[in-house]
Structures are given as structure tokens and as C-alpha cells.
T-cell receptor, first 114, second 113 residues
Framework: NAGVTQTPKFRVLKTGQSMTLLCAQD?????MYWYRQDPGMGLRLIHY???????AKGEVPDGYNVSRLKKQNFLLGLESAAPSQTSVYFC?????????????FGPGTRLTVT | GQQLNQSPQSMFIQEGEDVSMNCTSS?????WLWYKQDPGEGPVLLIA?????ELTSNGRLTAQFGITRKDSFLNISASIPSDVGIYFC?????????????FGKGTHLIIQP
């Protein structure tokens, strides 16, 4: 049981390049989330999904797109990377809302945009 | 969006001391969660609280959901070196548009030798 895994762990991009971050969970969770973590800012929600085939915007969605084609996977895309997107990205998953709201996090992807 | 005020920002303590940190909000929260993050790792859930007044323990950790539903605290008793890290409060609030958690900015716990 691997929990939540993220690929890759590190990445360096040049401004304008694109990339996709992959998140996978093996806990059969319905909900999945993408957060970014910046120094002194805590974690901020980018996009989330409440089930296969669904996505919704979070607090800071601009410049990112997501897809949830399979229940166990949640992809985060950057179409044209900018230096402001330099951050550590975390994926999380949960069963749902209410008493099942506890979110479990992956190990993170450290992205640098030059 | 809604903000959580977490304090203190950092704590420098001696091994064996007790630790107390808290989170406050101007809005009513429905859920309070406490996470710990080690360097280079993702946050790990420590304690989850779902009812006002709820007091929950996990080993040397104790957390409470404030009666007003606008605050929560986390206590660590008899700190040990592996307690070093960043502690985050997080929660969901009434009227929140997204299903994600709102996070505080974290409390850095540093244990001095």
C-alpha cells in the first residue's frame, strides 16, 4: 500500500516550457487535490476533483490545468511555465467530506522555473 | 479566501519541555486538522477534530476544537528531538466554496540541545 505517490520529485523548467505532474493514490479515495507550498504562505489549493471525470478550481488556479480521467490518478499541467510557479507541489486525497475529510498527502514535487 | 492565524510562527524549546500552539479564525470552522511536516516530505495528519469542544489525544499530542468553533490548539508534552518540524493547522469553514482545506502558515518547532 503506497498511499499517495507523485512523479517527478524534482524538475527544472525554463520559462514558457510545459510539463505535467502525476499523482496516483491506491486508497480508492474519491477526492483528490493539488496544493502549492511557498515559504511563509502555508499550502494553497490549486484545483481539486470530487470524482473521476470531475475537476474544480481552488484558491489559486490561474496558469494550471488538471484532469482526472481515472479515479486513482490526478494530473496537474502547466502549459507555459512562469518563474512565479516555482514552488513545491503537493497532491492529496481523501474519501470525501464530513467525517471522512482527512486528507493524505504525497511527498511533493519541487519545481523550479528559470 | 479565509485565513487561519497560526501562532507562534516559531518555537525554540529544550528537550523535555511542553509545547503549545494555536490557530484562530474570524469565521466558524466545521473541521480542524493538525498536520506535521518534516523537511522534504509531505504533511502527515496528526489529529482530526469534528465537534466543538472535542478534545482528542494521540500519544503525547493533545488537540482541542474550540467551543466558539473559531479556534483550536495543539499541545505536545515532554518534547523529544523527533518532534522537530513544521506544524500546520487546517480546516473547513461554513461558506467555503472549495472542498479543499484552508491551512495556517505553520509553526516551526526547533529543539535546542
Amino acid at each position: 500500500n503506497a498511499g499517495v505517490t507523485q512523479t517527478p520529485k524534482f524538475r527544472v523548467l525554463k520559462t514558457g516550457q510545459s510539463m505535467t505532474l502525476l499523482c496516483a493514490q491506491d486508497m480508492n479515495h474519491e477526492y483528490m487535490y493539488w496544493y502549492r507550498q511557498d515559504p511563509g504562505m502555508g499550502l494553497r489549493l490549486i484545483h481539486y476533483s470530487v470524482g473521476e471525470g470531475t475537476t474544480a478550481k481552488g484558491e489559486v488556479p490561474d496558469g494550471y490545468n488538471v484532469s482526472r480521467l481515472k479515479k486513482q490518478n490526478f494530473l496537474l499541467g502547466l502549459e507555459s511555465a512562469a518563474p512565479s510557479q516555482t514552488s513545491v507541489y503537493f497532491c492529496a486525497s481523501s474519501y470525501g467530506r464530513g467525517p471522512s475529510y482527512e486528507q493524505y498527502f504525497g511527498p511533493g514535487t519541487r519545481l523550479t522555473v528559470t | 479566501g479565509q485565513q487561519l492565524n497560526q501562532s507562534p510562527q516559531s518555537m525554540f524549546i529544550q528537550e523535555g519541555e511542553d509545547v503549545s500552539m494555536n490557530c484562530t479564525s474570524s469565521s466558524i470552522f466545521n473541521t480542524w486538522l493538525w498536520y506535521k511536516q518534516d523537511p522534504g516530505e509531505g504533511p502527515v495528519l496528526l489529529i482530526a477534530l469534528y465537534k466543538a469542544g472535542e478534545l482528542t489525544s494521540n500519544g503525547r499530542l493533545t488537540a482541542q476544537f474550540g467551543i466558539t468553533r473559531k479556534d483550536s490548539f495543539l499541545n505536545i508534552s515532554a518534547s523529544i528531538p523527533s518532534d522537530v518540524g513544521i506544524y500546520f493547522c487546517a480546516g473547513t469553514y461554513s461558506g467555503g466554496g472549495a472542498d479543499g482545506l484552508t491551512f495556517g502558515k505553520g509553526t516551526h518547532l526547533i529543539i535546542q540541545p
